[in-house]
């Protein structure tokens, strides 16, 4: 094999992906590991440590680097706003990783790291100024400038899930994600299962768009969501903005942001779909590494 090689990690919430690639992005071998309902923080670390280092040896490849993607807000070498996730906080990953593989590491949050694979492989490749917008379990924004996601003064650059739609709404000093408990896939599935009194998810929600009780629960969340995104394309004169995560595949999604855009922004920024999508932020670990990875 020629070129140096990187390793990927993706901490997600139901499960662990691990993966390795070439420079180009081609993905050549990856493990998964099922997150357990026992283990604390540090265990899943550890499980983690332990199948990255079979990984190396079972491929004989030699990575440069590691890229490691994960939830909550990621603040220097920590996380620091993972409410979820008892004892995640608290964890030093990029100095676990680096001291358990030997390797240099870099950390951010899975919607940054897929931002950073759209801007390396995908979408956003030559993109002056982007949105990254995720819209699935959660919600989220990776912002783009001439090629680097933007992490901000605290690494919560992008954080749309709590933007407020009126002056008075409780937000996040109050325990609460405005948008995104009315945007995103869990928060969609929450009220549709409380206005139907059975239990749904959010795909199941747009095809019984024909019930008009569904129609105005998703006009409402399409609504805010627009404008939550058209405010950030009017204050970062944004050129394009990309959809990724599980419901980006909903096609109306994807006219309803445009409509909102084209109708709200001076200069509407263009919308495209992510070119990665179900492995976006294993994609997006696997461009940190690059990042990472000694010149």
């Known amino acids: 094999m020629s070129g140096p090689t990187v390793l990927g990690i993706d901490f997600g919430g139901t499960k662990i992906a691990l993966a390795t690639a070439t420079a180009g992005g081609r993905l050549l ?34 990575p440069v680097a590691v890229g490691v993607s994960t939830f909550g807000v990621v603040q220097g070498a920590r996380v620091v706003l993972a409410p979820n996730v008892p004892g995640w906080e ?41 949105l990254y917008v995720n819209v699935g379990t959660g919600l989220g924004a990776g912002i783009v400038v ?16 709590y933007s407020l739609s009126s002056p008075a709404q409780p937000g996040h000093a109050a325990g609460r994600a405005p948008l995104e408990e009315y945007a995103s896939g869990s928060g969609l599935a929450q009220r549709g299962t409380q206005l139907l ?22 006009d409402e969340a ?44 001076p200069f509407p920024p263009e919308v495209e779909l992510a070119r990665f999508t179900g492995d976006a932020s294993l994609m997006g670990a696997l461009a940190l590494a690059l990042d990472a990875k000694p010149p």
């Open 29 to 62: 071998h990856r493990r998964t590991l099922e997150t357990r309902a026992g283990d604390g923080a540090r265990a899943a670390i550890e499980r983690t440590l332990t199948a990255a280092r079979r990984l190396i040896e079972e491929t004989g490849e030699h």
């Open 197 to 218: 009194g059975r239990n749904v998810t959010a795909a199941e929600l747009f095809a019984l768009r024909d019930d008009p009780r569904v129609a105005g629960l998703l």
């Open 146 to 161: 001439d090629g680097r996601v933007l992490r901000g003064a605290n690494g919560a650059a992008g954080e749309i899930g």
């Open 90 to 130: 608290e964890q030093p990953l990029p100095h676990l990783l680096e001291e358990g593989l030997e390797m240099p590491a870099l950390l951010d949050n899975d919607v940054n790291a897929a931002a950073a694979a759209e801007v390396r492989w995908g979408r956003l490749a030559g993109v002056g100024v982007g």
């Open 222 to 265: 399409l609504d805010k969501l627009g404008m939550a995104v058209a405010n950030l394309a009017i204050a970062l004169d944004a050129d394009r903005v990309v959809l990724g995560g599980g419901m980006a595949a909903e096609p109306s999604l994807a006219a309803r942001l445009g409509a909102s855009l084209t109708a709200a922004v």
